[in-house]
Every structure is written in structure tokens, then in C-alpha cells.
């Protein structure tokens, strides 16, 4: 559905002469420095995937998503998006493509949300009887029954960006890009946002790929990453993968039970391989160990063996840790 080889933009912009004449910039001095914003970006997305498209500010996420939804041209590479090449044929790649960018809404201020829907269908001249079948289901998905009515500059951030997620998506589009779409909404305007990608990647098999800093929305959501970072690919894979390769380890969070003998000594070394007590607050303790080493019930059973425990549970390390990591170190280990 989407093939990127080889993807490069750069931007030029005016650079500061220090020259005789200090400052200025005359056409006969003026010069530009270049930044490259994507540096060789090559990867592939088939029908119906979900992907999350992950890097730091600046990394290059927007550009790319640009450049696939035919507004940016680039330096470089080629881009193929079901067979179109975005830039070339902006108005073929439009009818089947969706795009969300942030807080960047496509509706219009003073109309209510119901008429920016209505508006959609007929300018882009769809089935009428088709796209009031996926506008209705879009609004339940959504919930945006309640304010359908109200005009946008009247609607809250989090209703505005569900109303743009339904603009997006009412057309049924063979692939949606989704910049930043949970920034800056509530807890409830995120479970929906979520709930509404499922249901469009699930239900309809469309074509999804997610660029967020919100990796909740990650980990729940897509089975595959793209990370990158200073405009090129770093990783490519399933989330489980990433974790095994990059933090190996999990956590053992066990409560001791005080009433039964629990004490100070339980801070002494663990007589088994693959494992250590890397905290103790309390009646609190935390052991590190590598699955790949040590299995589970030895552990629980050894600890159990040694130390009276009230509860036990174990931490499956986050992918927010994970992707920290990589951006704190530079890049992958």
C-alpha cells in the first residue's frame, strides 16, 4: 500500500553573512544553510496495517507524513502510495487518503459539526446513502451526538479533534495518517480517539499510520513501530521485539508479610542465577531477573522458599522506558 525508498527532504533558509558589511544581506551575498529533515527514510506498509511512527521532536515523522499525503515534494527517493505517486497526482492521492495533523482542524469555524460533515460528502461528490452510513457509525464511534449542532469555535479542543477524525474518515479512505491526534485531549477524548482507530483499522481494514509521543496509544494500538531519529530509520519492528532486544530484563514486585517473620535480611543476594534484589523499601521488594535465565515459578518459588510474601506480581517494562532510553543514548545500543 506504501512503498518509500530512499526518502530525502531538505529545507534552505536564508543564513547570517559575516561579512565586511556585518549582518546585512544584499542579492549579491545572501547564502542558505541546508537542514535535512529526512535523510534516506526507505520502508514498507502493507493493506491494512497499523503502524506507529515514532521518533523525537524533530526527528522527521511530519515531513514524511508530508510528503506521503502529496504536500511536500521531496529532495530525493521515491514514494508510492497504492500505486500514485503523491506530489505528481495530488488530487488522485487526496480521494484516497485521510490525513489528521494535530490540532489542525479542517472544519469550518462558524458552521455547526453536522453541516462540515454534510459539506465533505458533497464536495467531494460521494454516494450519498454510502457516506450517511459511515458518518452515522463514525458519530457513535466518536460521540459526538451531543454537539453535532454546535458551531466548531463553540466546541472544545477534544471535540474539535474528534469532529476532524470523523471529517477524515467519513470518506473511507484506503489509508489514514494520523499526526499527533491524542495532543493536548483529556482522558476520555483519548479512549475515544483510540477506540476510533481500532474500529476503522479493524472494521474496515484501513490503512493506518500513527505518529504520536503518546505511547500508550502505541503499545495498544499497533503490533509495529518505525522509529526514527534525525531523519533516518533506526528501527523497524513488532513493540514485543523491540522491548526483548532493548530491555531484556522484568521486575519482581513482591510485598513481605511483616506479621510472619519479614526483615531486614531479605536484602541479601538471591542464590540464583539470573536474578538479583535491586530494592527493598519497607516491606517492599524489587528483583530484577532475565526470563531468557531464570524462569518464573523457580524465581517466585525460591523467593517464596526464602522470604514470607503477602503478594507478588511481575512488571513487564513499558515502551515508554524503552524508547527513552534510545533517545537519552542517541540511538539504539
Not at 497499523?50 to 499525503?69: D, F, H, R, W
Not at 506530489?87 to 469555524?109: D, K, M, P, S
Request: charged share 25%; hydrophobic share 40%; glycine share 8%.
Amino acid at each position: 500500500m506504501i512503498d518509500v525508498d530512499s526518502l530525502v527532504k531538505e529545507f534552505h533558509r536564508p543564513k547570517r553573512f559575516d561579512g565586511p558589511l556585518g549582518g546585512v544581506r544584499t542579492l549579491l551575498t545572501r547564502r542558505y544553510e541546508t537542514t535535512r529533515a529526512v535523510d534516506g527514510v526507505s520502508f514498507t506498509i502493507e493493506e491494512g496495517e497499523l503502524i506507529g511512527y515514532l521518533g523525537s521532536n524533530g526527528a522527521g515523522k511530519s515531513t514524511t507524513i508530508k510528503m506521503l499525503s502529496g504536500i511536500l515534494v521531496p529532495t530525493s527517493g521515491t514514494v508510492r502510495v497504492n500505486g500514485i505517486v503523491p506530489w505528481e497526482e495530488r488530487e488522485r492521492n487526496a480521494l484516497q487518503i485521510g490525513v489528521v495533523f494535530g490540532q489542525r482542524t479542517q472544519l469550518w469555524w462558524d458552521l455547526p459539526l453536522g453541516d462540515s460533515l454534510r459539506l465533505i460528502g458533497k464536495l467531494y461528490r460521494l454516494d450519498a446513502v454510502r457516506y450517511t452510513r459511515n458518518a452515522d457509525r463514525l458519530i457513535e464511534i466518536l460521540g459526538l451526538e451531543a454537539f453535532l449542532d454546535q458551531p466548531v469555535r463553540q466546541l472544545s479542543l477534544g471535540q474539535r479533534m474528534r469532529g476532524s477524525y470523523s471529517i477524515a474518515a467519513a470518506r473511507s479512505p484506503r489509508i489514514l495518517y494520523l499526526d499527533e491526534p491524542t495532543v493536548g485531549l483529556d482522558v476520555v477524548a483519548k479512549e475515544r480517539t483510540r477506540q476510533f482507530v481500532e474500529e476503522m483499522n479493524r472494521e474496515s481494514g484501513t490503512t493506518i499510520m500513527l505518529t504520536t509521543h503518546d505511547l500508550a496509544d502505541v503499545e495498544r494500538l499497533c503490533k509495529r513501530i518505525i522509529f526514527i531519529s534525525h531523519g533516518t530509520v533506526l528501527y523497524d519492528g513488532s513493540v514485543t521485539e523491540l522491548k526483548q532486544r532493548y530491555a531484556p530484563y522484568r521486575q519482581l514486585e513482591i510485598t513481605l508479610d511483616p506479621a510472619n517473620g519479614a526483615d531486614e535480611e531479605a536484602t541479601s543476594p538471591l542464590d540464583i542465577a539470573g536474578a538479583m534484589i535491586v530494592e527493598q523499601r519497607g516491606a517492599r521488594l524489587t528483583i530484577r531477573f532475565d526470563p531468557q535465565v531464570v524462569a518464573v515459578p523457580d524465581l517466585i518459588s525460591a523467593v517464596i522458599a526464602r522470604h514470607p510474601v503477602m503478594d507478588i506480581s511481575i512488571v513487564e517494562p513499558d515502551l515508554e522506558s524503552v524508547v527513552r532510553q534510545i533517545v537519552e543514548h542517541g540511538g539504539m545500543p
